[in-house]
């Protein structure tokens, strides 16, 4: 829950990041939202706090994966 009138309130949304993809899981109240924005506007514009990703495989040019 928020403790000041600046806090965001905590919600389930949750994001993974692997070496492939990031996988952004909304929950439903965000669902919701996002739905009736789509219906008013057409589209969703979101944004995503900075995160910090490591130990992922970083890849050469020729491919070789480098741990």
Known sequence: ???KKTD???TSTSMMVTA???VIA???TTKRKMARC???TGKVTFSVDEH???KLPALLDN???VD
């Open 20 to 22: 492939e993809a990031i």
């Open 52 to 54: 910090v990703a490591t």
């Open 63 to 65: 491919g070789t994966k």
């Open 8 to 10: 965001k309130p905590k």
């Open 26 to 28: 909304l929950d439903a």
């Open 38 to 40: 789509i219906q008013r």
């Open 1 to 3: 829950m928020a403790t």
